[in-house]
Nanobody
């Protein structure tokens, strides 16, 4: 049974930073793609960032501000979020897939999410 547990969300002022963590059990992140998605209030879930091996990809809206990384020893994926904006507010989900992809449907295991709120 694969389980993903996110942490690190919270309330932060605009231009501030947060680091999200996602720890997996039952699946080794280094052999799969790991991604972050988010659901802004009242909107659909959207892609944020993905990592597999040394490859990464980002949504245009976060490129240059967010960094995804992985610690294989801890089987944990991180999302460092800098220069946060109110529009970054939402529930952030960690997910894993056999494919390096931005498509939500390709991800077979998901965490329960962690809330990020950015105040102006």
């Amino acid at each position: 049974q694969v389980q993903l547990v996110e942490s690190g969300g919270g309330l932060v002022q605009a231009e501030g930073s947060l680091r999200l963590s996602c720890t997996a059990s039952g699946r080794t992140f280094s052999s799969y793609a790991a991604a972050w998605f988010r659901r802004p209030p009242g909107k659909e879930r959207e892609f944020v960032a993905v990592i597999r091996a040394t490859n990464t990809d980002y949504a245009d809206s976060v490129h240059g501000r967010f960094t995804i990384s992985r610690d294989d020893a801890k089987n944990t994926v991180y999302l460092q979020m800098n220069n946060l904006k109110p529009e970054d507010t939402g529930t952030y989900y960690c997910a894993t897939s056999p494919k390096f992809t931005v498509r939500i449907r390709e991800y077979d295991f998901w965490g329960r999410g962690t809330q990020v709120t950015v105040s102006s």
